[in-house]
């Protein structure tokens, strides 16, 4: 009985060791578009920052897709660290420059543009076209 029992919990034991090996090192996949429209992004950090501006990135979202949607999409494919109000649906942070950081500019916050046109409202209340291009800006 002893025995039957030993070998039963190897069993499990090399099962689930198994089973967590077969998950471990696959790459991660990317997010699939099935309706694509291509749009363009950019991000202007400020001077202080020393970090280079991105300047009209094209890439594919999902038809339909709003600004924060293409914006979280871009940052997770390009793995740059992006913080989101839940809240309020806003960016508070885009590569560790955060609204209002005293390093960079105590009043400035992170603002966007479509087609060049500032945009007043929350970035998921803008819906993409094709050929868009969303601009993000750290301003006053």
Not at 26 to 42: A, L, Q, R
Request: with cysteine.
């Amino acid at each position: 009985m002893k025995r039957l029992i030993s070998i039963t919990i190897i069993l499990i034991i090399s099962l689930s060791g198994g089973i967590i090996l077969a998950g471990c090192g696959k790459e991660k996949s990317k997010p699939e578009v099935t309706n694509p429209i291509e749009i363009f992004i950019s991000i202007d950090y400020p001077k202080k920052a020393k970090t280079p501006d991105m300047e009209n990135f094209k890439f594919k979202v999902e038809k339909k897709s709003n600004v924060l949607e293409a914006t979280e999409l871009y940052a997770s494919m390009s793995e740059i660290p992006l913080l989101v109000d839940t809240t309020s649906n806003t960016i508070t942070s885009i590569n560790k420059i955060a609204n209002n950081d005293t390093k960079y500019n105590k009043k400035a916050t992170w603002q966007f543009k479509v087609n060049g046109k500032l945009i007043q409202g929350t970035p998921d209340s803008k819906r993409l076209h094709d050929g868009d291009s969303i601009e993000w800006i750290y301003m006053k």
